[in-house]
């Protein structure tokens, strides 16, 4: 089922309307697949489909802080603005998390997102997080050894809403080009 509330809250948002078509595609993709731990594979998706499109977004990897606590996280930084969807699905489906949900934080200075986030921070407890396993990985072994081979890939695909293989292979070249966790 659609949301269209955050579905507009995204098209308001102020983003080039094809980045704007595949952000509401990532968060629909979410949204209805009730993820709650996709903001790695929803962040390299939307970095590898926004290059794709001609643009220079930049995965972060760090913290967020939201109602006390801080957790590990993934979202893509589009221009100096954050474009986070993954963080909904943290909060809305999350069968953990007992605070409000975090709506989609797209096209915002980090001053003005309702949390906050801190890229690059790692502490002692890192190496025990999910994220930390792909640290140093390219985006490409990352897609390609998903625990569902084609899944990554798949979605990438559906965010640029199209089946074809040439865009399948321009993409898995973006891929092979970039690290987890690489500084720009």
């Given amino acids: 089922m659609k949301n269209y509330e955050m579905i507009h809250q995204i098209q308001k948002a102020g983003l080039p309307k094809d980045a ?21 594979s929803i962040s390299v998706s939307l970095c590898i489909s926004l290059e794709y499109l001609g643009y220079l977004p930049k995965l972060c990897i760090g913290k967020y802080w939201a109602f006390g606590h801080d957790y ?45 986030y801190e890229p690059f921070v790692f502490d002692d407890d890192f ?7 792909m640290m140093g990985k390219t985006f490409y072994y990352y897609c ?8 990554i890939w798949n979605r990438i695909l559906y965010y640029l809403d199209t089946s074809s293989l040439s865009v399948l292979s321009r993409v898995k070249d973006i891929s092979r080009c970039h690290v987890i ?4």
């Fill in 72 to 116: 590990y996280h993934a979202w893509t930084e589009l221009d100096g603005r954050v474009i986070d969807v993954a963080i909904y699905g943290n909060t809305a489906f999350s069968q953990y998390w007992l605070d409000d949900v975090i709506q989609p934080q797209v096209n915002k200075l980090y001053s003005e997102t309702d949390v906050k």
């Fill in 181 to 184: 966790g690489e500084k720009t």
């Fill in 20 to 40: 704007e078509r595949v952000v509401v595609r990532a968060f629909n993709y979410m949204n209805d697949g009730r993820e709650p731990d996709g903001c790695l």
């Fill in 144 to 151: 390609d050894n998903a625990p569902r081979r084609n899944a």
């Fill in 127 to 133: 190496k025990d997080a999910m994220i930390s396993l």
